[in-house]
């Protein structure tokens, strides 16, 4: 939330494995932006950022004071010396609880939420290097879980709207190229399986609130709910197949997770 970063020197976790019973361990933490208007509410990664170790999250600002960027942090003697690095995302963009995802060589995804009225929400691609937003696709629709990259480069995420999207980065272009995009429902009711399965009447109004995980093989899988209130008793795993993708992106961290191990995908 509203807290941003936090983190525990190892010294102090080794000392409260060893001593489990004392409650004086592993309490120590940093956290550089503390009620100042800045919410960190998305998953965060951890990637080599100018030869530091950094914790990597997007921040969202409050009426554009702070501005959205996405930054990265590595810890240090004074709360202001953490920062290692700084992008700011225009059009006060914000974010839900998507988080960050690497693609390729200094390159991250960062999941966006629109403003009401406005093309700002979908995902953005920054370099930490060049200290800029290389690219961006505009939507008005919520990404609320973090992006996946396959070893195609195709970028696949799900909105509160309903869509899953694959979408692709083209070297020099300010906008994400969109390879794939259509409403899960829709998917679901073109399956003959499921032609007068009552999945057609239940998730009619499927919105995706998860991030997506790829298999070895290809093949995504996605959380989907039929609504915002009634998501703990009416969800449902999907999967897919898509010609285009591949499995799991080669960075360091191409999706929620890190890694195919990191996910349960055995």
């Not at 290389?134 to 995420?157: P, Y």
């Not at 009552?198 to 899988?221: F, H, L, M, Q, R």
Request: proline content about 3%; charged content about 25%; hydrophobic content about 35%.
């Amino acid at each position: 939330g509203q807290y941003g970063f936090s983190y525990i020197p190892k010294s102090d976790l080794d000392a409260a494995k060893a001593s489990p019973d004392e409650d004086k361990h592993g309490r120590s933490d940093v956290r550089p932006y503390t009620k100042n208007g800045a919410t960190m509410a998305g998953a965060m990664m951890v990637d080599e950022v100018k030869g530091k170790t950094c914790g990597i999250a997007f921040r969202s600002g409050e009426d554009g004071v702070p501005a959205a960027s996405v930054i990265a942090y590595a810890p240090a003697e004074t709360t202001d010396l953490c920062e290692v690095a700084c992008v700011e995302i225009p059009e006060g963009v914000a974010n839900d609880a998507g988080g960050v995802v690497k693609y390729g060589d200094d390159k991250y995804v960062v999941s966006l939420n629109y403003s009401t009225g406005n093309d700002n929400g979908g995902v953005a691609i920054i370099s930490f290097e060049q200290n800029k937003v290389l690219a961006r696709l505009r939507v008005q629709e919520k990404v609320s879980g973090t992006a996946a990259v396959d070893a195609a480069g195709n970028i696949i995420f799900g909105t509160e709207e309903g869509s899953l999207y694959i979408v692709k980065y083209n070297e020099g272009s300010e906008d994400l190229e969109v390879v794939f995009k259509q409403k899960v429902f829709d998917l679901i009711q073109k399956d003959a399986r499921y032609k007068d399965d009552e999945i057609c009447v239940n998730y009619a109004t499927a919105k995706v609130y998860s991030s997506p995980v790829i298999a070895d093989d290809g093949t995504i899988y996605i959380h989907i709910a039929n609504d915002e209130k009634q998501y703990r008793t009416n969800s449902l795993l999907f999967s897919l197949t898509y010609e285009g993708t591949k499995g799991p992106g080669t960075s360091s961290w191409p999706q929620v997770g890190k890694n195919r191990k990191h996910v349960n995908i055995q």
